[in-house]
């Protein structure tokens, strides 16, 4: 069974920075994708950032210029840098694998942000 495990998260002040990162086991192959996902309460699912295997990069326009994404691809594992934490950032964060056309989540982790 594939298996992705987020770490990192918790609570921080505004402004105050946080590292998450997910670890993936049971795959052969590297993922095509790797990306990062987050839900706050009552609201949909959201995409925060991507990354493909030649390691461009997609971020949400509420992100842009304070997370980055990385990945490691030998590692099998991305993770992302929170900067200039916001209240509106808080929410459980999942990480992401597309690998050959099949998409894989992890169990999430929780970010809060407090005001």
């Known amino acids: 069974q594939v298996q992705l495990v987020e770490s990192g998260g918790g609570l921080v002040q505004v402004g105050g920075s946080l590292r998450l990162s997910c670890a993936a086991s049971?795959?052969?192959?590297?993922?095509?994708?790797m990306d990062w996902y987050r839900q706050a309460p009552g609201k949909q699912r959201e995409l925060v950032a991507a990354?493909?295997?030649?390691?461009?990069?997609n971020y949400a326009d509420s992100v842009k210029g304070r997370f980055t994404i990385s990945r490691d691809n030998a590692k099998n594992t991305v993770d992302l840098q929170m900067n200039s934490l916001k209240p509106e950032d808080a929410a459980v964060y999942y990480c992401?694998?597309?690998?050959?056309?099949?998409?894989?989540w992890g169990q999430g982790t929780q970010v809060t942000v407090s005001s």
């Open positions: 992401g694998f597309l690998v050959y056309g099949r998409r894989y």
């Open positions: 049971g795959i052969i192959f590297s993922p095509n994708i």
């Open positions: 990354i493909t295997s030649s390691s461009s990069t």
